[in-house]
């Protein structure tokens, strides 16, 4: 799902997400408006991201967060996050580390098979600011330190 909701708006790959479209777009709703969206995060909450990325891409954040004031950028799918760093170390190359300051998360861990990994859902649309990069060696990753912010303007 996410894969194919990063496509969207892509004029390259307009066709692969068109055809998605049918049951894509019910099935985003109703996460978007199951009874479980409206949970505001308590401020100051730390999530964990995994994932894998380019060097170039870890370049890209960066010089990002290098840059005053700090460019807003945003989630554009449904993300997957823990609180467990220990679950989100497991994966990739990068270590994100996002704290919130104000956001709409899901928290998914009653309603997974696999309740221990403490899964939390962003929501598309987050915004977050890059505050930092940093290589550490002894995790043989990049951790790469988010700022999630609510924003409607």
């Excluded at 892509?10 to 099935?27: D, N, Y």
Aim: net charge positive; with cysteine; proline share 5%.
């Amino acid at each position: 799902m996410n894969e194919i909701m990063r496509l969207i708006g892509s004029e390259a790959h307009e066709q692969v997400w068109r055809s998605k479209v049918r049951t894509l777009g019910p099935f985003c709703l109703l996460l978007w408006d199951n009874p479980f969206s409206s949970k505001l995060a308590r401020p100051g909450t730390i999530l964990y991201r995994g994932a894998t990325m380019s060097g170039d891409l870890i370049t890209s954040f960066k010089n990002s967060c290098s840059k005053d004031p700090k460019p807003w950028h945003s989630f554009q799918a449904f993300t997957s996050c823990t609180r467990n760093p220990d679950i989100a170390e497991q994966f990739g190359n990068v270590l994100f580390i996002m704290k919130i300051r104000l956001a709409f998360t899901v928290d998914l861990s009653e309603l997974s098979k696999y309740s221990h990994e403490e899964e939390e859902l962003l929501l598309p649309g987050v915004s977050f600011t890059i505050d930092r990069v940093a290589f550490h060696k002894d995790k043989n990753k990049y951790l790469i330190y988010l700022t999630l912010q609510q924003r409607h303007n």
